[in-house]
């Protein structure tokens, strides 16, 4: 399976809409599976320094050069996370999806998984999708999703820095 916004589109994907125009109440609060992709004609530019927030005292800022050798080129994906439901059933894709804009607007993670795209400038332009899916099936769907991306692009999408594992 090719991995880029046409597929997605048409395996289910929903929302595509840019971080500046996304109204995060438009988005569900199920669980699923989210993307970031990079709008046409978008051209990667780094910042010296994340715009994102620490986490457990880490600092998010990479080299240049570790973050240029975690670029793929033609790849319009950027990054696959999930939103499962959250020990209290509480979390989901609005949740999620609200704490990682949050996160690259410098508030501190719970998490800081897609930490590379808030090195990134323009990310207002940067696009949000997501797939609602039933909690049982979204470890799934995104390790498939990562696989599917290897399997085009020869590594992960460029702020996956794990790949996801089916958890039994």
Request: hydrophobic share 40%; no cysteine.
């Amino acid at each position: 399976m090719m991995m880029n916004r046409k597929t997605l589109k048409s395996d289910g994907f929903a929302g595509f809409r840019s971080f500046d125009s996304l109204e995060i109440i438009r988005v569900p609060q199920g669980t699923g599976v989210f993307a970031v992709l990079r709008p046409n004609e978008f051209e990667p530019h780094f910042l010296k320094i994340s715009t994102a927030g620490t986490f457990k005292k880490k600092n998010p800022t990479l080299p240049a050069a570790a973050i240029l050798a975690e670029w793929v080129d033609g790849a319009d994906i950027l990054y696959l996370g999930k939103a499962g439901p959250g020990s209290k059933g509480n979390r989901g894709l609005r949740n999620q999806i609200k704490e990682f804009l949050d996160f690259g607007r410098g508030r501190p993670p719970g998490h800081w998984d897609g930490r590379l795209i808030w090195q990134l400038t323009h990310t207002d332009e940067l696009i949000m999708a997501w797939k609602e899916l039933p909690a049982e099936e979204v470890n799934q769907a995104e390790a498939a999703y990562h696989a599917a991306f290897i399997a085009e692009h020869g590594r992960l999408p460029y702020a996956n820095l794990v790949q996801a594992k089916v958890r039994n």
